[in-house]
Each structure stands twice: as structure tokens, then as C-alpha cells.
């Protein structure tokens, strides 16, 4: 079985530009979350999607949002991006069923801000 | 910012020795959950805990669920060049859905 697989894999952009990064789930998934890694303040939940709907969400801007297509690939979109926001982005896929599910990291889009 | 509190930050250890490392909260979680990430890559699932009391082995890993459910702890048994890495634990609890909150990490180099 595919594992998460994450577009692009590296990112360089200017402040002020908006990006797009793209989390295809493993097969059978319908559960897609997003979350952000920085050396300061860590792993970092931006939010859930969960048959095209947010399930849930963490504590960021209205900059960053997401969504889910119908085959559960997922997007988010980050809008007038800030210095602060170069990060490693991470997706994480689960069945989403349940409580617990397990979830299973894809290998991130590194975003550098300039 | 973070909610769980790992330690210790890193850790520089010869190869065959055993490692502990321990996450602790003010608040009750559900699950505990062990990460490793590897340099360019997402965190990979180690072992994951669901009840209180829980003690689970996968491999030369061991962790445990804190009766108090505010804590858990991993250790690995004489350690190889390949356990290095960085180490998060994460808890899950009901009210917060699938979210996982994460520990800072412990950043584990292992001298051969």
C-alpha cells in the first residue's frame, strides 16, 4: 500500500505570495490533517479534514486554510505569507472512523518564506 | 504552545547503552502515542498506548501509559547507530477529535 505522499517537496517563496501544498492520503483514508513543524515551536495542529468537511481546527490565521476533494486528497493554502510561516508542513492520514486512529505522516513540504 | 513536556531535550549516548526518555502533562490524555522522525522525513509511528497502566513492547522499545494518565515514558534497549533521530511523544484526548498534541522532542545521538 502507497504510503502519504506530499507536493511539492520543497517550496521558496516571497513574502506577500500565497502557496498551495497538496497531501494525497493512503488508499482506503478519508481523514486528512494538517500540521506545521518549526524549530521554535514544534509540531503544531493547523486542522482536520474529514469527507470534504473540517472536522477540526487549531489555533492559526484565517491565512491558512484548507480542503478536501471527494477522493480525499487534500489541499492547503497558505495566503500573504509571512517570514514566520517557513516551516516543514506535514499531512497525516487515518481511516478517521474512530478515536485513535492511527495516523501515518507523509514527508512534508518544506516551505521556506524570503 | 506545547502541552506535554519531554525530557530530556537531547541525549548522546554509546551504542548498546539503554535510553529513557519521558513526557509529562498537566492535563489527562486518552492515548499516548511515541514518534521517531528521521532528518527529511515525516514522524513514524513507534508504539501506541490506550489505556492506563499499558506497557507495550515493539522491538527493543517499551513504553508505558502513566496510571495518572498525565504521563508516559519510552525506553530503548541497547541502543544502535540507527535509533538516531528525534523522539516526540503525543496524546489524543475525546474533546480534541483526531488532533494530536505533541511533545518538543528528545533528539537522540548515539556514539558507535
Known amino acids: 500500500k502507497a504510503g502519504v505522499t506530499q507536493t511539492p517537496r520543497y517550496l521558496i517563496k516571497t513574502r506577500g505570495q500565497q502557496v498551495t501544498l497538496s497531501c494525497s492520503p493512503i488508499s482506503g483514508h478519508r481523514s486528512v490533517s494538517w500540521y506545521q513543524q518549526t524549530p521554535g515551536q514544534g509540531l503544531q495542529f493547523l486542522f482536520e479534514?474529514?469527507?470534504?468537511?473540517?472536522?477540526n481546527k487549531g489555533n492559526f490565521p484565517g491565512r491558512f486554510s484548507g480542503r478536501q476533494f471527494s477522493n480525499s486528497r487534500s489541499e492547503m493554502n497558505v495566503s500573504t505569507l509571512e517570514l514566520g510561516d517557513s516551516a516543514l508542513y506535514l499531512c497525516a492520514s487515518s481511516l478517521g472512523t474512530s478515536f485513535g486512529d492511527t495516523q501515518y505522516f507523509g514527508p512534508g513540504t518544506r516551505l521556506t518564506v524570503l | 504552545g506545547q502541552q506535554l513536556n519531554q525530557s530530556p531535550q537531547s541525549m548522546f549516548i554509546q551504542e548498546g547503552e539503554d535510553v529513557s526518555m519521558n513526557c509529562t502533562s498537566s492535563?489527562?490524555?486518552?492515548?499516548w502515542l511515541w514518534y521517531k522522525q528521521d532528518p527529511g522525513e515525516g514522524p513514524v509511528l513507534l508504539i501506541a498506548?490506550?489505556?492506563?497502566?499499558e506497557l507495550t513492547s515493539n522491538g527493543r522499545l517499551t513504553a508505558q501509559f502513566g496510571i495518572t494518565r498525565k504521563d508516559s515514558f519510552l525506553n530503548i534497549s541497547a541502543s544502535i547507530p540507527s535509533d538516531v533521530g528525534i523522539y516526540f511523544c503525543a496524546g489524543q484526548r475525546p474533546e480534541y477529535g483526531n488532533k494530536l498534541v505533541f511533545g518538543a522532542g528528545t533528539i537522540l545521538r548515539v556514539k558507535s
Open positions: 479534514y474529514f469527507s470534504e468537511t473540517q472536522r
Open positions: 498506548l490506550y489505556k492506563a497502566g
Open positions: 492535563s489527562i490524555f486518552n492515548t
